[in-house]
């Protein structure tokens, strides 16, 4: 019955024309593919979609399968492709660096890992002006860790539940989603405290965070009062007193969650929250693997959307487009803490990464992104919550520049998380359409939206338009 059923819903969905060829696929066939896939590659690394794709090659927000079919790619490689799939300056940057200098060991000195440095940290507000280059964001959350602890020579670190802040022994103690959980020791001297989600949580009402569009949750609050910020701070006071010593090394928090789904706290939230971390002699952690390098859009990094400074930030994904890189950005005083004894990377800042880094943040300013993810971003964001009023499906809609989560539900009222089997049908249908579109959250009830930032309006009326047929699918198919 499930095949026969045809939809009368008709999609208006036009995508649009980009004037790029990709080659000619000639690799091995995609049965071969899959075979490959099963017996050779570990099975930890899952892959999406019921018949998953086999893509060949990209172009900007563009990705093509082996069957030259193109797609609008709105998940960027998991947030990780800024600046556009094989971005011109960027590939020429790679190329001129490969024919000079591949690598050789940081123990020596060579151009692109101190003009990078230069670069990078002069985006930074003083006083962090200091980088350790790391390759991924795991290592660059496993060093803050390490760093923090050293610093204070206390030990307990906090982060908030529904982070996710790596996968390496060390940092899935800081990662609180239970899908990223192995049944082994880990975790020691970490503690999780209440994630202020102003959707799914306890408190939360329709002023409370930084975007373009709040929540349909209704708020009590009297002008400048925020309620459910208070009762969250509150919560995390309760942690405090409770579950670590009277000091601790320090916190760790997105400063809007990836993983679990483009989640915002409440505004102030951080600002209080890093105040108490540093009474009780802690450092301040911001994971900005997602959020850094302009994608919020009214800033360059997520922690100056919330008004604070950080004592290390952590970096990764979109530094290097796609390339494996990451950083770790911290005061001369911490840095000096892991100077005591030796702490060595071996590919930490090689040529080939700081000559890509570079690029990228060229990238980003002559193209105008952080901008782009502005604008785009917060026209996505109020057109997508037109289908939040339509559908009583779409619970909530939520980011800021072209960081956006989608969450589904049951109903409104209730919150509920949609089943798994009907989010899968939805994606699957945006898929066949030729959009591309992220999961994320606990029950992987939300989709994520974080396309490379060089997407058009006229992108996102074609992303929207699936979206809602998608929706409308689904609404029948209940029926």
């Known amino acids: 019955r499930q095949q026969k059923w045809k939809s009368s819903v008709s999609t208006q969905a036009k995508m649009p024309p980009c004037d790029f060829v990709p080659e000619k696929y000639e690799s091995y066939p995609y049965e071969r593919m899959q075979k490959i896939r099963e017996q050779n590659i570990a099975p930890s690394l899952r892959t999406y979609y019921k018949k998953p794709l086999l893509l060949h090659q990209g172009h900007m927000q563009w990705l093509f399968d082996h069957e030259g079919r193109r797609y609008l790619d709105l998940f960027a490689g998991i947030v990780t492709v800024s600046v556009g799939h094989c971005h011109p300056k960027v590939t020429m940057a790679t190329q001129k660096q490969l024919a000079r200098l591949w690598h050789t060991t940081n123990i020596y ?81 970490c503690t999780t405290t209440m994630l202020p989600d102003v959707f799914r949580g306890p408190w939360g009402g329709s002023h409370c965070r930084d975007s373009p569009v709040q929540t349909v949750r209704k708020c009590s609050c009297t002008e ?100 494996p890189m990451a950083a770790v950005v911290t005061t001369k005083e911490i840095a000096n803490s892991l100077a005591q004894n030796l702490h060595f990377n071996t590919f930490g800042g090689n040529p080939l990464a700081c000559a890509v880094g570079a690029a990228v943040l060229d990238a980003i300013e002559e193209d105008g992104l952080q901008k782009n993810s502005e604008d785009v971003g917060t026209y996505m964001l109020l057109e997508l919550a037109k289908l939040r009023d339509k559908f009583e499906i779409v619970g909530d809609v939520r980011g800021k520049g072209l960081m956006i989560g989608v969450e589904m539900v049951t109903d409104k009222d209730s919150r509920c998380p949609l089943p798994a089997e009907e989010i899968n049908q939805i994606w699957e249908d945006c898929k066949d359409m030729g959009v591309l579109i992220g999961r994320g959250g606990l029950y992987s009830q939300t989709f994520r939206i974080k396309p490379p930032m060089c997407i058009t309006k006229r992108d996102v009326d074609f992303a929207v338009e699936v979206f809602r047929t998608a929706l409308q699918r689904h609404v029948e198919r209940s029926a």
């Open 109 to 189: 000195m060579y151009p692109p890992i101190h003009e990078y440095a230069e670069k990078l940290t002069s985006l930074f507000p003083d006083p962090l002006k200091v980088v350790y280059l790391t390759n991924s964001g795991s290592e660059a959350n496993d060093l803050a860790m390490f760093m923090a602890r050293l610093h204070t020579r206390n030990f307990d670190i906090i982060a908030l539940r529904g982070g996710y802040h790596g996968g390496s022994p060390y940092t899935l103690g800081l990662t609180s989603l239970t899908p990223y959980k192995h049944g082994v020791a880990n975790g020691f001297g």
């Open 224 to 323: 400048g009062a925020c309620l459910a910020k208070d009762q969250y701070i509150e919560q995390f006071k309760d942690t405090l007193n409770t579950s670590v010593p009277k000091t601790v090394a320090g916190f760790i928090a997105e400063p809007i969650q990836g993983v679990n789904g483009a989640v915002q706290y409440p505004r102030n939230f951080l600002k209080e929250a890093y105040q108490l971390i540093r009474e009780r002699g802690g450092l301040c952690i911001s994971d900005e693997v997602q959020t850094g390098f302009g994608r919020t859009g009214s800033h360059f990094w997520g922690f100056q959307t919330h008004g604070v400074v950080p004592d290390i930030v952590t970096l990764a994904k979109g530094i290097g487009n796609g390339f």
